[in-house]
């Protein structure tokens, strides 16, 4: 891997991140209890003081955005992940969401100290040191269960991706019927004219690229997936532009994938992913693999439309 390349890798720009916020919590510490216990002649440790709390709250929103990076660039596939590691990963996400609250009184505190009323300005240093000690140690927690993450369970680790590649390979059902050969055909009644596609008759000659294997491995347990916020915007991303409505295969609600189209029937089959044709198509087991032309999904787009089917194909979607 490249020095470049660390910083395509999310868990990576992740990790360099988290280091300015535990760095600004830390040193922010003794700068409030110099401030508070200098009086007047701190006025010049209060503001410096005032000014890393107001940097962590950005420092603290900026790393957030990284963490969300990174989570979504997590594997999903079923079993690679354990419940208890995700719910690991929602409280370290939970508290990192509220750092900068933290950060923000700690600041506001602070510059209270610059009062006039010695009475005032005594509370709010004490208030002050507890909220920079609070801070701190908000950080310090979020920081442990972040690193546990990482160090303990593997997250955003080349060991991970190593993981899902033999679950995927593992839970890859043998192939019971030989891909048909690949017949770039249209559907009968599609609509739109399928946009010209640079990769479209090489894609099509390209041999199912999934090694189908007996599975060794005991069966995982499953991800519950949710269909509005996760199987949708795949499907509405990779598919409705070909099945709509309109068009032999209607993927845009359950109802009409039950339905399917004329050529593979039903394209779910609730509880076996391995034998639905959306599935089929899309690893390519069943050519012409889709998204028709384009870019293969990714394994991670795929687990999630598996783990769905394989769920029961519940459907959360408001309307
Ligand atoms: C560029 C247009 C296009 C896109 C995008 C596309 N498809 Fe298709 N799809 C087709 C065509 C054309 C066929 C008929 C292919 C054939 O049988 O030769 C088809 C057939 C299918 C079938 C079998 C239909 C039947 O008759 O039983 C399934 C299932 C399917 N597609 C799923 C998907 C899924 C899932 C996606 C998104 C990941 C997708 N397709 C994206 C054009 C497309």
């Not at 660390?6 to 280091?19: G, I, K, N, Q």
């Not at 990076?69 to 929602?90: C, K, T």
Request: aromatic share 6%; proline share 10%; net charge neutral.
């Amino acid at each position: 891997m490249g020095f470049l390349d660390t910083f395509r890798s999310p868990a990576m720009v992740h990790a360099l991140a988290v280091h300015a916020p535990i760095s600004l919590a830390f040193l922010g510490v003794p700068l409030v209890i110099l401030a508070a216990v200098l009086k007047e002649r701190g006025a010049g440790m209060r503001w410096l003081a005032v000014v890393a709390y107001l940097g962590l709250v950005i420092a603290a929103f900026l790393t957030v955005q990284t963490g969300e990076a990174a989570r979504s660039a997590l594997p999903n596939a079923a079993g690679v992940i354990d419940d208890p590691v995700w719910n690991l990963v929602h409280s370290h996400e939970g508290m990192a969401g509220k750092v900068w609250l933290f950060a923000l009184v700690t600041a506001l505190l602070t510059a209270c100290t610059a009062a006039q009323n010695p009475r005032m300005r005594v509370t709010t240093g004490m208030l002050a040191v507890l909220a920079a000690l609070a801070t701190a140690g908000w950080i310090g927690l979020t920081g442990h269960y972040g690193g546990t993450l990482v160090y303990v369970h593997g997250l955003g680790t080349p060991a991970l991706q190593y993981k899902q590649q033999l679950i995927s390979q593992g839970q890859t059902p043998a192939a019971t019927t030989p891909p048909t050969p690949a017949a770039p055909g249209r559907l009968e009644t599609a609509p739109a004219p399928a946009p010209p596609d640079p990769a479209g008759p090489a894609a099509a000659v390209l041999p199912p690229a999934v090694v189908e294997t007996e599975s060794a491995l005991p069966p995982v347990p499953v991800r519950e997936v949710s269909y509005a916020q996760e199987v949708i915007p795949i499907l509405r991303e990779h598919c409705y532009g070909c099945h709509g409505k309109a068009s032999g295969l209607n993927l845009e609600t359950i109802d009409a994938m039950l339905v399917g189209g004329k050529k593979a029937g039903p394209s779910v089959r609730a509880g076996q992913p391995g034998k639905s044709p959306l599935i089929q198509y899309v690893t390519g087991e069943l050519q012409p693999r889709m998204p028709q032309g384009g870019e293969p999904l990714s394994e991670n787009d795929i687990a999630i439309l598996r783990n769905w089917i394989a769920t029961g194909m519940k459907d959360d979607s408001p309307g």
